[in-house]
């Protein structure tokens, strides 16, 4: 009798962008199936080799190996537009992404609608807003726990415009009663008549796609024994439940959230690799407790090209936060880290852990209930920096006694060994500790 195989998780543990993308695609040589279980086109997720350069968004890292199965889960949101972009920068660089992807059919669609209504909110949340992607994912997920959602699935169904229009109504009353107008706001530079026009004629294409009930096929193919990789979007911290809220996305980013939006039992959960930055940074609203608004910061900015893939914000920079990896690591179960961007800090004569949070006075080490209304001032300690380019080491040996020093630091202080080290964007800089 075949055993089944265990699904293997890979997820950030900071503010999202830690390089997520990057190791998915790096790993997938060891696996067969790569699915994608929360978040949508929020994610901007970055795979680099053979000189080619290029961002996901909807669709798992996994779609540049032609042999492997590509999975979008049910707890997956799509907008049909931007998947259809996705897919056709893929057949440019020369992929035929069909071949090998499946969609599932509980996956909820985005509506034009809901992006106008993501603006909205923002918009009449004034200077506390999120800072949301503006890609209608808090929208989207409300639609679907309010259950008045569309699936995937649905766009088969006799019904499915009447469902549509209906939603659209319900979205701009709901906009209005905001105090605003959806023609105040556009998608793409487009006005919602023509963003729909070209929504209705991407559903059409989508269509064409392997659109199944994944969750089916995922448990027949443990059975069968072949290895399941599953992707992360967001991270731990922007997690809906036990991330900064509300400066949150609205989907279960942490390891918890495989099971929901895959349709996998916690049994068949097997290793949890966590992703950091050998720093910290966030897009976006919200706390940031090692936040850095110096010359140092800058400098984390421009050597690590801190800039949004989805959104080509700024992001905010500062040293690695331990007391909120900690946290991270405990929630998601990490077995192993996954330490991303090191060569980032190969110019800083000194670089440095927070251990603690002083609030008012008070050391602690952990992640206070309100972590917004706290002026929380952190620990540090500091470390001899290495000052010489790694990316070009492959050999864990073969690495300044500085960064050696450095990475028993962090694993010291989280009780969790680094297994692999990423020293430059190309999948082929990385380092894996045997
Ligand atoms: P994700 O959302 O977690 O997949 O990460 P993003 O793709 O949004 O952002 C990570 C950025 O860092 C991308 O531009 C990657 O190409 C880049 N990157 C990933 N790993 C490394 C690394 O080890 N060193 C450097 N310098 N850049 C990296
Ligand atoms: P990846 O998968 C970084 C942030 C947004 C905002 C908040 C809510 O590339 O790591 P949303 O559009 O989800 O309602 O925005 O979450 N955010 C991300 N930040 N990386 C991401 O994804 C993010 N997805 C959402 O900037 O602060
Ligand atoms: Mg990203």
Same mark, same amino acid.
């Given at each position: 009798m075949m055993i089944a195989n265990k699904v293997d998780i890979l997820l950030g543990l900071?503010?999202? @962008?830690?390089g997520k993308g990057k190791v998915v695609d790096y790993l997938s040589k060891d696996y067969d199936i790569i699915a994608r279980f929360n978040g949508g086109p929020n994610a901007g997720h970055t795979l680099e080799f053979n000189g080619i350069k290029h961002a996901l968004h909807i669709i798992p890292s996994g779609i540049c190996h032609k042999d492997k199965q590509n999975i979008i889960g049910n707890g997956v949101l799509i907008e049909p537009c931007i998947f259809l972009e996705e897919i056709e920068s893929l057949q440019n660089i020369g992929y035929t992404p069909k071949d090998n992807l499946i969609i599932s059919n509980k996956a909820h669609l985005i509506l034009p609608t809901h992006r106008l209504l993501d603006a909205a909110n923002e918009k009449a949340k004034g200077d506390k807003k999120i800072g949301s992607t503006l890609k209608g994912i808090g929208p989207a997920y409300t639609d679907k726990v309010a259950r008045t959602g569309i699936r %995937?699935?649905? %766009?088969?169904?006799?019904d499915f415009t009447e469902k549509y229009f209906s939603i659209k109504n319900l979205h701009i009353n709901q906009i209005k009663s905001l105090g605003f107008t959806p023609q105040e706001f556009s998608i793409s530079d487009k006005t919602l008549e023509e963003y729909e026009k070209l929504w209705f004629e991407a559903i059409e294409e989508v269509?064409?796609?392997? $659109?199944?009930?994944t969750e089916y096929y995922i448990n027949q193919k443990l059975q069968e024994g072949k290895r399941i990789l599953a992707e992360g979007a967001q991270a731990t911290m922007l997690? $809906? @439940?036990?991330?900064?809220y509300p400066f949150v996305t609205s989907s279960t980013t942490i390891s918890a959230g495989v099971c929901l939006g895959l349709g996998i039992a916690p049994t068949y959960i097997g290793r949890v690799y966590g992703t950091t930055k050998a720093y910290c940074t966030r897009v976006g609203s919200g706390p940031f407790p090692t936040e850095l608004f110096d010359q140092t910061g800058e400098q984390l900015c421009e050597q690590g090209h801190e800039y949004g893939v989805t959104t080509g914000r700024k992001r905010r920079t500062g040293w690695l936060d331990i007391v909120a990896l900690r946290y991270a690591c405990m929630l998601n179960g990490v077995t192993d880290l996954m330490l991303m961007k $090191?060569? &980032?800090?190969?110019?800083?004569s000194q670089v440095k852990l927070c251990e603690k949070y002083s609030i008012n006075g008070k050391e602690i080490d952990y992640i206070p209930y309100n972590m917004s209304a706290d002026k929380i001032t952190p620990i540090y300690s500091s470390y001899k920096g290495w000052m010489q380019s790694v990316s070009k080491i492959r050999d864990y040996e073969a690495l300044p006694l500085e960064i050696k020093d450095y990475i028993s630091a962090i694993e010291q202080k989280t009780g969790i060994k680094v297994k692999l080290i990423s &020293?430059?964007? @190309?999948?082929?800089d990385t380092i894996i500790r045997q």
């Amino acid at each position: 009798m075949m055993i089944a195989n265990k699904v293997d998780i890979l997820l950030g543990l900071q503010w999202g @962008d830690e390089g997520k993308g990057k190791v998915v695609d790096y790993l997938s040589k060891d696996y067969d199936i790569i699915a994608r279980f929360n978040g949508g086109p929020n994610a901007g997720h970055t795979l680099e080799f053979n000189g080619i350069k290029h961002a996901l968004h909807i669709i798992p890292s996994g779609i540049c190996h032609k042999d492997k199965q590509n999975i979008i889960g049910n707890g997956v949101l799509i907008e049909p537009c931007i998947f259809l972009e996705e897919i056709e920068s893929l057949q440019n660089i020369g992929y035929t992404p069909k071949d090998n992807l499946i969609i599932s059919n509980k996956a909820h669609l985005i509506l034009p609608t809901h992006r106008l209504l993501d603006a909205a909110n923002e918009k009449a949340k004034g200077d506390k807003k999120i800072g949301s992607t503006l890609k209608g994912i808090g929208p989207a997920y409300t639609d679907k726990v309010a259950r008045t959602g569309i699936r %995937v699935g649905d %766009v088969f169904e006799k019904d499915f415009t009447e469902k549509y229009f209906s939603i659209k109504n319900l979205h701009i009353n709901q906009i209005k009663s905001l105090g605003f107008t959806p023609q105040e706001f556009s998608i793409s530079d487009k006005t919602l008549e023509e963003y729909e026009k070209l929504w209705f004629e991407a559903i059409e294409e989508v269509k064409t796609f392997n $659109i199944t009930n994944t969750e089916y096929y995922i448990n027949q193919k443990l059975q069968e024994g072949k290895r399941i990789l599953a992707e992360g979007a967001q991270a731990t911290m922007l997690d $809906i @439940d036990f991330g900064s809220y509300p400066f949150v996305t609205s989907s279960t980013t942490i390891s918890a959230g495989v099971c929901l939006g895959l349709g996998i039992a916690p049994t068949y959960i097997g290793r949890v690799y966590g992703t950091t930055k050998a720093y910290c940074t966030r897009v976006g609203s919200g706390p940031f407790p090692t936040e850095l608004f110096d010359q140092t910061g800058e400098q984390l900015c421009e050597q690590g090209h801190e800039y949004g893939v989805t959104t080509g914000r700024k992001r905010r920079t500062g040293w690695l936060d331990i007391v909120a990896l900690r946290y991270a690591c405990m929630l998601n179960g990490v077995t192993d880290l996954m330490l991303m961007k $090191i060569d &980032v800090l190969d110019n800083f004569s000194q670089v440095k852990l927070c251990e603690k949070y002083s609030i008012n006075g008070k050391e602690i080490d952990y992640i206070p209930y309100n972590m917004s209304a706290d002026k929380i001032t952190p620990i540090y300690s500091s470390y001899k920096g290495w000052m010489q380019s790694v990316s070009k080491i492959r050999d864990y040996e073969a690495l300044p006694l500085e960064i050696k020093d450095y990475i028993s630091a962090i694993e010291q202080k989280t009780g969790i060994k680094v297994k692999l080290i990423s &020293v430059s964007p @190309d999948r082929e800089d990385t380092i894996i500790r045997q």
